[in-house]
C-alpha cells in the first residue's frame, strides 16, 4: 500500500460505496446523508478500513510471492517493474507537455530573448495552451453576454430577481400547504379569500349548528352574530375558543383535537364573518366585551393581513 494506484483504488472503492449511500438513503434535498444519518457514516468508515486492508493483504501477498521466487524470475519481474513505472514517467511527461507546450530546459538557448537586465533574461514560451483556451472562451462568452443582454435586451436583474421572489413566494406557499398545522394561537389569521371562508362554512355546518345554530343564532351556546363576546372577539381569541374551548361545564368542547389547525383557522374566520347579519331568531347578547368588525365603504371586512 505504498503506491499511488493503490491510493487510487481505495479512494475509487470510498467514493463509489459512497454514491451508493447517497443514492440509496433517503435524506432532504441538499443535505448528505453521511452526515445526517450515522449508521451512513458508520458503514463508509468500514468501508475505507476494508479497502485499505484489502491494499494491504495483496501488497503483503506480493511481498511474499517476491521472497519465494527464484532469481531469475525476480530478475525478469524487476524488469517488468521498471518498465511500467518508465511507461508511466513518460506519460506523465507527455501530458506535462500537452499542457504547457513548454521547451525542455536543454533547448531553451533557442527562445531566450536577447535583452538583458542584470542578468535576467526572458523566455519567449509559448502561451500554455490549458490557459489560452481557457481566454478563448472568456471571449467567446462575453460575446455572447454583450448579444444576449445589450443588443437583444434579454432579461434584466430586476426582471431576475423578481423571479426568484416570486419563487420563494410559491415555495413557501407550498410549504405552508404542506404544514397546515403551522397555525398557531401566534400565527393565525383572519382569512378571508371564498375558499377558506367556504371550507370554513363547511366546518362550521358539520360541527357547530348543533348549539351556534345554520345562521349562527345561537340556542344552546350563544349568538355568534351579535358584537357581544363572552370569551372575547377577534381572530385569535375566536380561535382559542374554538381550540382550546370554552369555561368549563358550559358545553363549548376544545375542538383542536377533531379539527386541524388550519380548520380551524378556517372556521374561525368563517364565524367572525357572520357579525353583523341578522339570524332568524337570534339569541340575546352575551358577553361584556365587545367586539366590532371594522368594515370599509362597500361592507368588506378589513383584515390587518390584507
Ligand atoms: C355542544 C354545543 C356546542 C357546539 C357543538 C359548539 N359550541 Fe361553541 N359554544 C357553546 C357554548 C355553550 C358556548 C359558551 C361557552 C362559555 O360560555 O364559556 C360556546 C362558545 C363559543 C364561542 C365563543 C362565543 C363568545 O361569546 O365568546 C365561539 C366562537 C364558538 N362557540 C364557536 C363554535 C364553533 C366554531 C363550533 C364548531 C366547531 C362550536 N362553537 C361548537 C356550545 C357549543
Redesign the pocket.
Known amino acids: 500500500m505504498r503506491n499511488l494506484s493503490s491510493y487510487l483504488r481505495v479512494i475509487t472503492f470510498v467514493g463509489i460505496a459512497l454514491l451508493g449511500i447517497e443514492y440509496l438513503v433517503k435524506t432532504e434535498e441538499g443535505k448528505w446523508a453521511i452526515i445526517e444519518n450515522p449508521y451512513a457514516g458508520v458503514f463508509l468508515g468500514i468501508v475505507l478500513l476494508f479497502a485499505i486492508a484489502i491494499e494491504v493483504s495483496i501488497a503483503s501477498l506480493k511481498n511474499i510471492l517476491y521472497y519465494t521466487m527464484d532469481e531469475a524470475a525476480r530478475e525478469r519481474y524487476d524488469a517488468k517493474q521498471a518498465e511500467k513505472s518508465k511507461r508511466f514517467v513518460r506519460l506523465k511527461e507527455r501530458l506535462q507537455k500537452m499542457m504547457t507546450r513548454s521547451k525542455p530546459v536543454e533547448e531553451e538557448h533557442e527562445i531566450v530573448l536577447d535583452h538583458n537586465y542584470d542578468g535576467i533574461r526572458e523566455l519567449d514560451n509559448k502561451l500554455p495552451p490549458w490557459w489560452l483556451y481557457g481566454f478563448y472562451l472568456t471571449i467567446l462568452f462575453a460575446a455572447v453576454y454583450l448579444v444576449r443582454f445589450h443588443v437583444f435586451d434579454d432579461y434584466t436583474q430586476k426582471e431576475e430577481y423578481e423571479q426568484e421572489v416570486a419563487e420563494a413566494k410559491a415555495a413557501i406557499e407550498e410549504y405552508k400547504k404542506n404544514n397546515k398545522d403551522l397555525i398557531d394561537l401566534e400565527s393565525v389569521q383572519f382569512v378571508t379569500n371564498e375558499d377558506d371562508l367556504s371550507a370554513g362554512k363547511q366546518?362550521?355546518t358539520t360541527?357547530?349548528v348543533?348549539?351556534?345554530k345554520a345562521d349562527g343564532g345561537g340556542g344552546?351556546?350563544?349568538?355568534?352574530t351579535d358584537k357581544?363576546?363572552?370569551?372575547?372577539?377577534g381572530i385569535k381569541?375566536?380561535f382559542k375558543?374554538?381550540s382550546k374551548?370554552?369555561?368549563s361545564g358550559?358545553?363549548?368542547?376544545a375542538?383542536e383535537n377533531q379539527?386541524s389547525a388550519e380548520e380551524?383557522q378556517q372556521?374561525?374566520s368563517?364565524?367572525l364573518t357572520l357579525q353583523g347579519t341578522e339570524p332568524a331568531q337570534p339569541k340575546d347578547p352575551?358577553?361584556e366585551?365587545i367586539w366590532e368588525l371594522e368594515r370599509d365603504g362597500e361592507g368588506n371586512i378589513i383584515t390587518d393581513d390584507k
Open positions: 366546518v362550521y360541527n357547530c348543533a348549539c351556534h344552546i351556546g350563544p349568538n355568534l357581544h363576546w363572552i370569551l372575547g372577539g381569541n375566536v375558543t374554538i374551548g370554552g369555561r358550559k358545553g363549548m368542547v375542538w379539527l380551524m372556521v374561525a368563517y364565524v352575551q358577553g366585551e
